[in-house]
């Protein structure tokens, strides 16, 4: 058996907040232990899901060719857009959508727009090769919805295409 | 000492400045036995501070509120003056008695502060009834007349606000009209290491788009739900006047109808109202009803603006400018508006 997981620590803090101390409290430090809990619960998704989204961005920089030593990936696409050297294509869009939906589902899955965009862009996902499973060009769905990736689209807890 | 006595005797200077301070505009004999009670903090990161207490005299009990910019504690009279906050505490005292005198629902200024005060840079007020979270509005069964009335209010409101006279304002309320609001925005974006392609991508959206309005006035610029104070028959008071500037006007339309500012709930309207409701409040004031289009336009800037402000107190917390939880937090919150802005621009570019 391995010794406790980070997931398992951080989620053993976050109830005993949620339900010892934050009975306790009132006003600014309940509201500030609500945020701390909240917090918590951001770093057991990205221990999650994290690295999806750097592969998400992996992807595209080597679609791109950019080069990973010259700076985060996304701060080279932003300045891209900036200065109009990068294109705002069907393959940018479908890259924005795909990590920013990877990064609600890490930040706030709860927050009403992320069920919304799940529903509007099954089609954002529909790719040549999966990079969330090692079946790549035979994954049966590529993208977002892979079916052999535990990602939140597909988890028990939350079901795809909300409303 | 102990740190929960040194709160103490910090929060008992505190109220001795705060009394001294009051009773400095009242009559001798309203003043004997005059004192502060129940001073305690409500909320707020370091870089503002809200404070409420009562000021009891013989005649009455008065509930006030303390707003005070950080670092102003009792022992300090200089303040750490946030370098974003561009219209003083002084000039937001202003600005809410002129709003006041223009039909706007606000609290009273009772007093601003002066260095002699001891109490850093802040005003008092008058504390209303009512409830301000948006949680609660949006569920309690108490405020469902509330809800029905607000969004119409929202609209009289906010015409009543873009109706007050330039020649009336404070000279320090900023002017961002015209082309300085996405220069801003852009600059800030460039600040913050370019963080985000989806927030280069709505402002690239708002220059190719931009509508140059005809129109310049106050827009209060923080106009939603959660800075609204409301009792069971609707709107009591407008709070957080500190992002007033001059601009669009219609700034304020698309901001109170920002997918953020609904708080998961289904109506577009801070979560409570139509928007009918909300452009037939604002047409009685105004005779005339603004177009769709036009909010729409303004509700992709508050998407880009709640994403630059999720940059801004992030870049405070990293600063060391202010080290609280919620800053630190709050940075995860730029993914909410990165998918509102996507959401919003589909369809705009292929």
Redesign the interface.
């Known amino acids: 058996m391995n010794s406790t997981t980070p997931t398992e620590l951080l989620d053993a803090v976050r109830q005993f907040l949620r339900e010892q101390v934050l009975p306790e409290l009132e006003?600014?430090k309940a509201?500030?232990t609500r945020?701390?809990a909240?917090?918590l619960g951001?770093v057991a998704r990205e221990i999650e899901l994290g690295t999806r989204l750097a592969a998400v961005d992996q992807a595209m920089a080597a679609s791109l060719g950019l080069n990973e030593q010259a700076g985060?990936i996304?701060?080279q696409?932003?300045?891209g857009?900036?200065d109009g050297t990068l294109a705002?294509?069907?393959q940018m869009?479908v890259y924005?959508?795909r990590r920013?939906?990877l990064?609600?589902a890490?930040?706030?899955p709860?927050?009403?727009?992320?069920a919304?965009?799940r529903a509007?862009w099954p089609q954002s996902v529909n790719l040549s090769h999966c990079v969330f499973c090692e079946f790549s060009t035979r994954c049966t769905s590529p993208g977002i919805y892979c079916p052999h990736a535990i990602f939140p689209g597909n988890s028990a807890t939350q079901t795809a295409g909300g409303r | 000492m102990t740190q929960a006595g040194a709160q103490q005797s910090e929060e008992t200077l505190m109220a001795d400045r705060l009394l001294a301070g009051l009773l400095h505009n009242m009559p001798a004999d309203n003043a004997d036995g005059a004192q502060i009670s129940g001073l305690?903090?409500?909320?707020g990161g370091a870089n503002m501070e809200t404070w409420s207490f009562d000021l009891i005299t013989p005649a009455q009990t008065q509930p006030l509120i303390l707003r005070r910019a950080p670092g102003s504690s009792a022992e300090t009279t200089a303040p750490i003056a946030p370098a974003e906050r561009e219209l003083s505490l002084a000039d937001e005292a202003a600005l809410i008695t002129v709003a006041g005198r223009y039909a706007v629902p606000v609290p009273s200024v009772r007093l601003v502060l002066r260095t002699e005060h001891g109490l850093g840079e802040g005003y008092i007020m008058s504390r209303e009834r009512g409830e301000a979270l948006p949680f609660r509005l949006l569920a309690q069964e108490r405020y469902a007349n509330a809800r029905r009335q607000l969004a119409f209010q929202c609209g009289q409101t906010l015409a009543h606000i873009h109706q007050i006279p330039l020649a009336e304002l404070p000279a320090g309320v900023p002017d961002h009209s015209g082309e300085q609001l996405l220069q801003r925005a852009?600059a800030l974006?460039d600040r913050y290491?370019?963080?985000?392609?989806?927030?280069?991508?709505g402002?690239?959206w708002l220059r190719e788009h931009a509508r140059f309005s005809p129109q310049r006035t106050l827009v209060h610029g923080d106009f939603r739900n959660g800075n609204l104070l409301v009792d069971e028959q609707g709107l009591v008071a407008v709070l957080d006047w500190e992002l007033a500037h001059l601009g669009d006007p219609l700034q304020d339309l698309g901001y109170i109808t920002a997918?953020v500012w609904?708080f998961?709930a289904p109506k577009p309207v801070g979560g409570f109202g139509e928007y009918a409701e909300l452009l037939a409040g604002y047409a009685t004031v105004t005779g005339s009803t603004p177009a769709m289009h036009d909010i729409r336009y303004w509700q992709v800037h508050a998407a880009l603006s709640w994403g630059l402000v999720c940059l801004l107190m992030l870049g405070m917390y990293r600063s060391g400018q202010d080290s609280?939880?919620?800053r630190?937090?709050v940075g995860?919150?730029?993914?909410?508006a990165?998918?509102?802005l996507?959401?919003l621009l589909?369809g705009e570019?292929?």
């Open positions: 006003g600014f509201y500030n945020v701390a909240n917090a951001i985060t996304t701060r696409i932003a300045l857009l900036r705002v294509d069907e869009l924005l959508r920013t939906l990064a609600v890490i930040d706030n709860k927050y009403s727009a992320l919304e965009a509007r | 305690h903090r409500l909320s852009q974006l290491d370019n963080v985000s392609p989806v927030l280069q991508l402002i690239n997918n609904r998961d609280s939880l919620e630190a937090a995860r919150r730029l993914s909410e990165e998918i509102d996507l959401l589909e570019f292929l």
